[in-house]
C-alpha cells in the first residue's frame, strides 16, 4: 500500500470487530474520516480472540484504505485462568497486557514501513497508553494520548494495586505525551488541576459524537414510534450498565414504589435494558423488586439495528453516577442525534447534565436518589405520553457529528507536526 505523505498510527484495543462497546465508534469514525483531511490512519489492534463478543457488522466500514495490524492479545480471565482463576499480576494494568508483547514489535514494524508522523494511542484499554509511551522512547515520534475519560478519580479504581498501577501510568502518560485528549470539560479542567506543573495546552478537548451517516442508513429500517394510545410506552437504555458508575438499583426501587402505587404497570410503560453486559447480575434485582414484566433485559443488536431502536423508542434512558461527573457515555450523542425525548439520571452538577442542558432538554433526576427517581418519572412520563416532552436542539447537534471530531483532531495532528 502506497501511503501519503502524512501518516498517523493509531493504537486502539477497540476497534472492530470488537462489539458491544460504544468507545469502538470513537477510533472506527476517526479511520473513516481522517482520509479526507489529509491524513492516513494506520491502525494497530488486537487479535480478535481478545474479545470477548465479536461480530462483523462493522468491519465493512473500515476504509479499504486503511492498513489494520491485529496484533497478538490474551484476555487473561478467558485464556489464562484455571477453573475461573488467574493470578491479579496478569491483568495489570488490565485483562490485555499481554498485547503489549505483540504489539510493540507489530508496531515497531509498521513505523519502520510506513513512516507515520503521529502516534495516537486510546484509552479505556490502559495497555494501549503503555504501547503508545513505549514506542514513543523508541521512535521519538510525537505521542497525542486519547485519554478519554479520567483514568484515575477519587475511589477509583477500588483495587489498591489496580489503582497504584493506574495511577503510575497515568502521570507516566501526561508528562510524556506531545498532546492529552479528554473529553469532556471537566475532565480536561481535572487534569490541568491535578498536574498543575505542566502548561495547561498539554490538555485538550475533542468529544465523542454521532455518525450521520450510520444514522442515515439506520433511519431507513427503523419503524416510526408507534402511536397506538393501548401500548405502554417504551423506556430504553442502549448499552452496558456498569454496576457502580451506572447503578440501576435505585431506579428499580423507584419503579417499584411507583408500580405499588399504581403509577406505572406493565400496561402503560416497558423499560428495556438492552445489552447490559451484567445481565447475571441485574437479572436478580428486577425479580427481587416484582418487575419482570415491566423492566426488560434485552441481548445485543447489530450497531445499525441498535440505533434503529433508539430511533422507535418513545424515550431513551441515560444512567451516569456523580463519581462520573467529569465523563459524558458515548452514546448520549447518539441519543442526541435520535431525536428522541432523554430521562437522565445523573448528577445535575455533572458533565452528563451539563450536555443535555445545553441541547435543551432538562428532565434530569439523581441517579442514586429513589426520591427523585421518582419524581423525576412522575414528570417524565406524562410529558413522554402527551408529546410533550424536550428535545435536542436541532441547531446545536451538528458539532456533535464525529466528521466534526475528525476535523478537529487532524487539527491537533497538524499542530503537532508542525510544532516540531
Not at 496484533?71 to 491483568?91: N, Q, V
Request: aromatic share 6%; with cysteine.
Amino acid at each position: 500500500m502506497v501511503m501519503p505523505q502524512r501518516a498517523v498510527l493509531m493504537i486502539a484495543f477497540h476497534y472492530p470487530p470488537m462489539r458491544g462497546s460504544s468507545g469502538v465508534q470513537r477510533t472506527l469514525k476517526f479511520s473513516q474520516y481522517l482520509p479526507a483531511l489529509n491524513w492516513q490512519p494506520v491502525v494497530l489492534t488486537a487479535h480478535p480472540r481478545a474479545y470477548g463478543n465479536p461480530g462483523d457488522d462493522q468491519l465493512g466500514e473500515i476504509p479499504s484504505s486503511v492498513l489494520v495490524c491485529r496484533a497478538f492479545a490474551l484476555d487473561a480471565a478467558r485464556h489464562l485462568s484455571w477453573r475461573g482463576r488467574y493470578p491479579g499480576w496478569l491483568a495489570l494494568p488490565d485483562r490485555w497486557v499481554s498485547w503489549l508483547i505483540g504489539a510493540l514489535p507489530a508496531a515497531l514494524m509498521l513505523v519502520r514501513q510506513h513512516r507515520p508522523q503521529v502516534i495516537w494511542s486510546t484509552y479505556p484499554i490502559a495497555t494501549a497508553h503503555l504501547i503508545g509511551y513505549a514506542l514513543h522512547r523508541l521512535t521519538g515520534l510525537p505521542w497525542i494520548a486519547d485519554l478519554r475519560d479520567p483514568m484515575t478519580d477519587e475511589g477509583y479504581p477500588e483495587h489498591p494495586l489496580t489503582r497504584r498501577c493506574y495511577l503510575w501510568i497515568e502521570r507516566l502518560t501526561v508528562e510524556h505525551c506531545t498532546l492529552a485528549v479528554c473529553t469532556t470539560p471537566g475532565a480536561v479542567q481535572a487534569y490541568r488541576q491535578r498536574f498543575p506543573a505542566l502548561p495547561p495546552t498539554r490538555f485538550r478537548l475533542i468529544e465523542n459524537g454521532y455518525d450521520e451517516e450510520n444514522f442515515a442508513e439506520a433511519a431507513a429500517t427503523a419503524a416510526p414510534p408507534a402511536k397506538d394510545s393501548g401500548r405502554p410506552l417504551v423506556l430504553l437504555h442502549s448499552g452496558v450498565i456498569y454496576p457502580s458508575e451506572r447503578d440501576p438499583a435505585p431506579m428499580l426501587d423507584a419503579l417499584r414504589a411507583l408500580h405499588e402505587r399504581d403509577a406505572i404497570s406493565a400496561a402503560t410503560l416497558r423499560v428495556v435494558l438492552r445489552a447490559t453486559g451484567h445481565d447475571a447480575s441485574i437479572k436478580p434485582l428486577i425479580a427481587a423488586r416484582g418487575l419482570q414484566e415491566i423492566v426488560v433485559l434485552a441481548p445485543h443488536l447489530p450497531y445499525r439495528a441498535a440505533l434503529a431502536e433508539m430511533l422507535s423508542a418513545d424515550g431513551l434512558l441515560i444512567l451516569q453516577a456523580a463519581n462520573c461527573n467529569h465523563q459524558v457515555p458515548a452514546k448520549l450523542y447518539e441519543y442526541l442525534r435520535a431525536g428522541r425525548p432523554i430521562l437522565a439520571l445523573t448528577d445535575a452538577a455533572g458533565d452528563t447534565a451539563t450536555t443535555l442542558r445545553a441541547a435543551g432538554i432538562d428532565t434530569i433526576a439523581p441517579l442514586d436518589d429513589r426520591a427523585g427517581i421518582e419524581d423525576g418519572l412522575l414528570r417524565f412520563l406524562p410529558l413522554l405520553g402527551n408529546g410533550n416532552a424536550p428535545l435536542a436542539d436541532k441547531a446545536a447537534l451538528a458539532a456533535h457529528s464525529r466528521q466534526a471530531r475528525s476535523v478537529a483532531l487532524a487539527a491537533l495532528l497538524n499542530e503537532v507536526i508542525s510544532a516540531r
